[in-house]
C-alpha cells in the first residue's frame, strides 16, 4: 500500500533524509520512529505531497506521489503535529469545508461529518466552535478531517502529542478501529511503548537514514539478541551478582532496587542451570523471571541512547 | 477542473463564513458609513454656507462636488481596508497551520487564491452597499449623468481588485502577516498617490528644466504614470460634460494610449496588475505546473 524506495531530500548540501526505503502492506499500522531531526516529518511531508523529493520513489495506493500528486492526494489523508483549525467554524463546519475540499458531493457530506464525527466521539459537540474544544477534542477533530474523503492510507505525525493519558487511550482506541475498517496508518511518534501496543510494523530512523524495518517482533529481536532477567533473592545480594557475573552466559549483572537485572546471552537451559547455581550455593531465591525486550531497546541500540527516547 | 475550482469553490464559503462572524467586520462597515457620510455632510454644509441662496445651478455643482468628494472619500475607506483583507489571507492560513492542509487537499493554487480574492471583493462590495445610499445624494441634486456614476463605481471596483490581488501577492511572498501588511500598505499609497505625485513632480521637473519657471506645461509620455492613479480618471469623469479650464484634457493627449479615455486607460492598466499580481501569487504558492510543492 506504501511503498518508497531510496527516498532522499536535500536542504541545500545537507540530506534530511538519505535513501529511505520500506513498505507497509495493505491494513497495516507502522510505526515510524526517531530523534527530533532524524527525518520523520520530512518523509511524511513527501509522502503527503507538500515536499518535493530530491530522488527516490515514493507510491501510495499505486500511485506515485511525485508525479501524480492530484491523484495521490485522494488516496491520502495527513494529520500533521499541530491542530490547523479554523477558530469561527463550528466542528461540522470545519469538517464540511473539509469535504467541499476533497470534492465530496453535497448530499453525501451531512451524512459522513455525522458518522465521522461519531466515530471520534464528537457527535454532541457537532455545532460547538472549534475555539471552544479540548486539546484532546480538537486532536479527533483532526483525524476526522483527515478521513472526510476516506482515503485509503493516513499519515499521522505525532497523533497522540501533547495529550492526557485518557485522550491516548481514545486515540489509540480510535487507531485500532481504522485498522479494523481496513485503512493502512503510518504514525510517527515519540511514544514508544504505544507504539509497541499498536503498531504491526516499525521503521527506526536515525541522521536521515532508515535503521531498521520490518514486523516490530522481528526488529526488536534482531536488535536485542540478549535476553534480560530479574532475580529477587531475600539476602546475600552481593554474593548473587557476584554468581551471576560469573556465570558464563551473562553479559553483565546489575543491583537495582528492584531486584538483580541480568543481561543473559544464553538459551533456556542455560537459564535454568544458573537458577539451579544460585538455589545450590544457598542464595534465597524469591523470583526468576524473563524481561521481554521492547521497543525502547532496539530503539536506543539503534539511536546510541538519544535524549528523545521516551 | 479549473473551471469547476472557480465556479464551485468552499474557500469562498468558508471565508463568507469566517469573515463575518467577528465583531470587527460590522464596526468596520459602521465606521466606513460614519466616516463617508460624515464627511459627505460636512461638504455639503461648507457648500451651503458659502453659497447665499439656493438656486438650481447651485443644486447642480452640489451635485458634481458631491459625486467627486464621495468618489474620493470611497477610494480613500478602500485603500484603508482593502490590503488588510487580503495581505494577511495567505499569511494567516501559514500561521494558524492551515496552510498545509489545504494544499495536501485537491484544491488547486488557483482556486486557492481565487477563494481568497472572491472572499475579499465581496467584502468590498459590500462596504460599497451600505455606501449607496450615502451615495445616491449626489442624484438628488442633479448634474451627475448615469454613465459617469457607473463608471466612477468601475473604475472604484477595480483600483480595490488591484490593491486585493496586490495583497495577496505579498501574502504568499512573506512567511508572516505583518512584513506583508506593511509592503502591502506601502505598495496601495504608491498605486494610489505615489504614482500621482510622482508623475506631476516628473512633468513639473521636466518642464522647469527645459523651459526655466515659465514654460510651457505640454503633457509627456512620462507622465502618464500619474495617470494610473484613480484620482485621475474620478477628476477628468467629474468634469467631462463641464469643459471645467481646472483640468485641461478628457483624454490622453500624447503617447502609446493617445486618445483613450483616462478612465479606459485606467482599467486596463489595474486590470493588467491585477493579472500579474495573481499570476505571481499562483506561481508562488505552486511553483511546479499546479502541484503545489513547496521546496
Not at chain 1, 177 to 194: D, W
Request: charged share 15%.
Amino acid at each position: 500500500m506504501i511503498a518508497v524506495t531510496g527516498l532522499t531530500k536535500r536542504f541545500g548540501a545537507r540530506p534530511a533524509v538519505d535513501g529511505v526505503t520500506f513498505e507497509v502492506p495493505a491494513g497495516e499500522i507502522f510505526g515510524f520512529v526517531g530523534p527530533n531531526g532524524a527525518g520523520k516529518t520530512t518523509t511524511i511531508r513527501m509522502l503527503a505531497t507538500l515536499l518535493r523529493p530530491t530522488s527516490g520513489t515514493a507510491v501510495i495506493d499505486g500511485i506515485d506521489v511525485v508525479r501524480q500528486p492530484e491523484r495521490a492526494r485522494r488516496r491520502l489523508g495527513f494529520m500533521p503535529d499541530f491542530f490547523g483549525v479554523y477558530d469561527r467554524l463550528t466542528a461540522s463546519e470545519y469538517l464540511m469545508f473539509y469535504a467541499a475540499c476533497y470534492g465530496v458531493s453535497r448530499h453525501r457530506r451531512a451524512k459522513i461529518i455525522l458518522d465521522l464525527l461519531e466515530l471520534v466521539d464528537l457527535a454532541d459537540r457537532r455545532d460547538s466552535l472549534v475555539d471552544t474544544l479540548s486539546r484532546g477534542m480538537k486532536q479527533r477533530l483532526c483525524l476526522a478531517r483527515a478521513l472526510v474523503h476516506d482515503p485509503a492510507v493516513l499519515l499521522l505525525d505525532e497523533p497522540a502529542s501533547g495529550l492526557d493519558p485518557r485522550a491516548r487511550m481514545e486515540m489509540r482506541g480510535m487507531l485500532q478501529e481504522l485498522r479494523s475498517m481496513g485503512k493502512t496508518i503510518l504514525i510517527a511518534s515519540h511514544i514508544l511503548p504505544e507504539l509497541t501496543e499498536l503498531c504491526s510494523m516499525i521503521g527506526i530512523i536515525d541522521q536521515g537514514q532508515m535503521q531498521a524495518t520490518g514486523p516490530v517482533r522481528d526488529v526488536v529481536r534482531g536488535l536485542t539478541p540478549s535476553r534480560r532477567l530479574l532475580i529477587e533473592v531475600l539476602d546475600r545480594q552481593d554474593d548473587a551478582v557476584t554468581l551471576c557475573q560469573r556465570f558464563p552466559s551473562v553479559q553483565t549483572a546489575e543491583l537495582t532496587s528492584g531486584g538483580i537485572e541480568v543481561a543473559f546471552t544464553g538459551d533456556e537451559r542455560a537459564m535454568a542451570s544458573l537458577l539451579r547455581s544460585m538455589v545450590s550455593d544457598g542464595i534465597p531465591v524469591v523470583a526468576f523471571t524473563r524481561l521481554e525486550a521492547g521497543l525502547e531497546d532496539a530503539y536506543l541500540k539503534l539511536t546510541g541512547g538519544g535524549e528523545d527516547a521516551a | 477542473m479549473i473551471a469547476r475550482d472557480l465556479t464551485r469553490n468552499p474557500i469562498v464559503e468558508k471565508e463568507y463564513r469566517t469573515r463575518m462572524r467577528t465583531w470587527r467586520s460590522s464596526c468596520a462597515l459602521m465606521a466606513c458609513v460614519l466616516i463617508v457620510g460624515g464627511i459627505g455632510w460636512l461638504i455639503f454644509a461648507l457648500i451651503s454656507g458659502i453659497t447665499a441662496r439656493y438656486t438650481q445651478s447651485n443644486a447642480v455643482n452640489y451635485g458634481l462636488v458631491l459625486f467627486i468628494v464621495l468618489l474620493i472619500l470611497q477610494e480613500a475607506v478602500l485603500t484603508f481596508i482593502t490590503p488588510a483583507l487580503t495581505a494577511g489571507a495567505i499569511t494567516g492560513e501559514r500561521e494558524r497551520q492551515t496552510l498545509d492542509l489545504l494544499l495536501c487537499a485537491p484544491i488547486s493554487a488557483v482556486a486557492l487564491l481565487w477563494g481568497k480574492l472572491i472572499g475579499s471583493m465581496a467584502y468590498v462590495l459590500l462596504v460599497l452597499l451600505v455606501l449607496a445610499p450615502v451615495f445616491s445624494l449626489t442624484l438628488l441634486f442633479g448634474g451627475v449623468a448615469v454613465h459617469q456614476i457607473v463608471i466612477g463605481l468601475a473604475v472604484t471596483i477595480v483600483s480595490a481588485l488591484t490593491i486585493a490581488t496586490v495583497g495577496l501577492f505579498f501574502s504568499t511572498v512573506f512567511r508572516r502577516t505583518i512584513p506583508a501588511m506593511v509592503l502591502a500598505y506601502i505598495a496601495t499609497f504608491v498605486l494610489v498617490v505615489g504614482v500621482l505625485i510622482g508623475g506631476w513632480v516628473y512633468q513639473w521637473a521636466r518642464v522647469v528644466i527645459t523651459y526655466g519657471s515659465n514654460g510651457s506645461n505640454s503633457y509627456t509620455s512620462a507622465a502618464l504614470i500619474a495617470d494610473v492613479s484613480p484620482a485621475v480618471a474620478f477628476i477628468a469623469l467629474s468634469t467631462e460634460d463641464s469643459g471645467s479650464s481646472s483640468f485641461q484634457f478628457q483624454t490622453v493627449p500624447d503617447g502609446p494610449f493617445k486618445g483613450w479615455t483616462y478612465w479606459q486607460f485606467n482599467l486596463a492598466v489595474n486590470g493588467l496588475l491585477c493579472l500579474c499580481a495573481f499570476g505571481g501569487s499562483t506561481l508562488l504558492l505552486a511553483p511546479g505546473r499546479g502541484a503545489p510543492w513547496r521546496s
